[in-house]
């Protein structure tokens, strides 16, 4: 047995208010035409329904649009009343109004998941972050000297490394554009081997 709001609830309240809406439409437009543009009427229903208006009125035609629409998939029952429930047809066919009314809000109002954006728990996104923070950090860091002291590649990414594998770090590494960059541990060795690596080497007595 289908639950309150549910999709067979909105095929039984189409079917029971199939003439109700049908003698309120007077004139087909603007709902049909809301309903093709919401992809709830395929083309060719609608061209068959503005014939029979042509022949047989907007009452008749509208009638068997709703019958036609009654053998539709839940989906298109739904969006059915979400369209015909829009204000600019409200405002055209009065007569829906009270419809309206007396028409349960739960079925159309589907309340919203708030979702958590993704990554939010996920440890490795925390720890991209704030190696991010982090680099922005050393680059202040290497602006604020003024280009003074040479900082390599290497260098730098040893002070990543460093605040990468000491949680400690990414808390304050923040405030690493405080204070002017000097050179770390981790740089001076590699300087001196450059140096050393640019030397010959020296003949044996």
């Known amino acids: 047995m289908a639950g309150p709001g549910s999709d067979g609830d909105l095929r039984r ?35 068959e329904t503005l014939s029979r208006t042509e022949r047989e009125g907007s009452h008749r035609a509208f009638h068997a649009l709703l019958t036609w629409l009654l053998g539709r998939d839940p989906a298109a029952v739904r969006d059915f009343w979400a369209v015909l429930f829009k204000d600019y047809n409200l405002e055209r066919y009065s007569r829906l109004r009270p419809l309206r009314g007396a028409f349960p809000r739960g079925p ?24 991010q923070a982090v680099a922005a950090s050393v680059q202040r860091a290497v602006a604020v000297a003024g280009g003074e002291v ?22 304050t590494g923040s405030r690493a ?18 140096s050393h690596s640019l030397k010959p080497p020296a003949q044996p007595k």
């Open 13 to 47: 309240l189409l079917k029971l208010h199939r003439t109700e809406i049908a003698m309120a439409v007077d004139d087909v437009f603007p709902l049909l035409h809301g309903l093709a543009d919401h992809d709830v009427v395929p083309d060719h229903i609608f061209k």
């Open 108 to 131: 159309l109002v589907k309340a919203k998941t708030v979702k958590k954006p993704e990554g939010t728990d996920n440890p490795r996104t925390s720890r991209a972050s704030a190696l």
């Open 150 to 171: 040479p900082v390599s590649r290497g260098a730098i990414e040893g002070i990543l490394m460093k605040h990468v594998l000491d949680p400690s770090h990414s808390k």
């Open 177 to 194: 554009g405080d204070k002017p960059y000097t050179p770390t541990a981790c740089e001076e060795p590699e300087a001196r081997s450059r």
